[in-house]
């Protein structure tokens, strides 16, 4: 028996194993995914060989582990409390109504709901494009109380995103205004591309205003609107589809910098 212990972690979808010694001092992690083991004492490599050999699934590859990116850094140095990746979609309106919930019966449905709803949907088909490369972040606050419903970052580029609910509703979008059924028409694409505008500045890049509509009756669109971009949240996932705009470093350096809640309170 060499002391050392073999003890499985999730992280991100996927398993790593944790070889440790007697003390509880990790000695190296494999990651099975990668078919690599990352030695942290080098002196133990036979060791920790023997411990892992129930566990390898093939041929791995044997040295320190990767020197941490800016990106990584900057993330290992965030303050849980500045750091806005745990946000749930619609967590803004989560929040709002669980210190007010309103009345128990209610003639008309709680707006907020179905808020929370369109933010929902999105949100969730948004953090399925996570293993395509991309990187979601929900709820950003904004100075003066206004907030980016989704802010998406990924190999495609970067999207503002704003849900909408609009199930079995017919959708009438007159640039700037977008209507819904019979109620009356609201500027959503102005505000959508002004929010979209603070992230360009906030971030330095380019960020797109993309409006997501869950479950409408119909679109209707008389004239194409000036660079907004406008889908169904069913069909969020093409957003996948473009070729790269963004490597995968730039992507990462990007989201780090957005997830922090200091670079938003700077606009």
């Not at 003890?7 to 509880?24: F, I, K, N, S, T």
């Not at 993330?75 to 979609?89: I, Y």
């Not at 949240?233 to 992507?251: F, N, Y």
Request: positive net charge.
């Amino acid at each position: 028996m060499n002391g050392l212990r073999v003890v499985p972690a999730g992280q991100r979808g996927h398993e790593l194993l944790y070889v440790c010694g007697p003390d509880g001092a990790n000695a190296a992690w494999y990651d099975r995914d990668t078919g690599r083991v990352n030695l942290i004492a080098a002196d133990r490599e036979a060791d920790v060989l023997d411990a892992l050999k129930p566990f390898l699934t093939g041929p791995v590859t044997v040295g320190p582990p990767p020197v941490p990116t800016p990106a990584e850094l900057a993330r290992l140095a965030l303050h849980p409390d500045d750091d806005l990746a745990p946000n749930r979609p619609g967590e803004a309106l989560l929040v709002a109504l669980d210190r007010d919930p309103g009345p128990a019966h209610r003639l008309r449905p709680d707006p907020r709901r179905r808020a929370l709803a369109a933010e929902q949907a999105t949100g969730e088909a948004l953090d399925r494009l996570e293993g395509a490369g991309w990187h979601a972040l929900h709820s950003v606050p904004l100075p003066g109380g206004d907030r980016i419903h989704h802010l998406l970052i990924g190999p495609g580029g970067l999207f503002a995103v704003h849900s909408l609910y609009a199930r079995k509703q017919r959708v009438l979008i007159a640039d700037p205004t977008v209507a819904l059924g019979r109620h009356d028409p609201e500027p959503v694409l102005r505000r959508l591309r002004a929010a979209a505008d603070r992230a360009s500045y906030a971030l330095t890049a380019e960020v797109r205003p993309l409006l997501a509509l869950l479950d409408p009756a119909g679109i209707r669109t008389p004239t194409p609107p000036r660079g907004v971009r406008i889908l169904r949240t069913a069909d969020l996932p093409t957003l996948a589809r473009p070729g790269a705009v963004l490597k995968p470093a730039d992507a990462d350096a990007l989201h780090a910098a957005a997830r922090d809640r200091r670079t938003w309170a700077r606009l």
